[in-house]
């Protein structure tokens, strides 16, 4: 079946540090990716996603290439913001027929210092 | 900007009662699906439904829950006998039918079972 693994975390990085949060994921066929971002106290955020190899989603300075052939979606950022503190999830969802569910990593919490 | 709206954002109940947590979707969008998180683990797919009816569901999702849309707004998961292990957050989402790729979460409600 489909999986994601995920960066362990926490995270913690000093305000305009470069960040990378590793995800790799097994899915059978061209899943899309995504990075969902969960601030303190709120729901799942849409932060990018890239639907079909070399694709490349970005969204508030935040960028992820999806790569085929190592079946990885890195989170990047060039320069991280106390205000970028939050839970990160990286997740797939299968291309398979009607399948819409979204399989998800275990999520690396971020914490950015100023 | 429309958002998926959840009640109550937190629900104590005893072991053995049911539970009705309730969920207003985005007004356009035709795909619902709910999702659990235990504490410390990863965000898991329940059931996904579309058209008045269920068109996936995990090993999770047994008899103990149902779905339904009783109204053209309200979207809602019914536990029937509460367990313990029941305790988590549940994320309801939607997506609409000229991006099923999206999925947009509410804030969850945080069920706590005694």
Redesign the interface.
Known sequence: GNSVTQMEGPVTLSEEAFLTINCTYTATGYP?LFW?VQYP??????LL?A?KADDKGSNKGFEATYRKETTSFHLEKGSVQVSDSAVY?C?L?GFSG??????????TQLTVLP | EPE?T?TPSHQVTQMGQEVILRCVPISNHL?F?W?RQILG?????LV?FYNNEI??K?EIFDDQFSVERPDGSNFTLKIRSTKLEDSAMY?C?S?GASD?????????TRLTVL
């Open positions: 899309s969902y106290g709120e729901g799942l955020q849409l996603k639907t999830f997740a969802r009607s399948a819409r569910q979204l399989t998800f990593g275990s999520g | 998926v959840q795909y699906y999702y683990q990863k965000v898991e797919f996904s068109s996936e995990s994320f989402a997506s099923t790729d999206t999925q947009y979460f509410g804030p969850g």
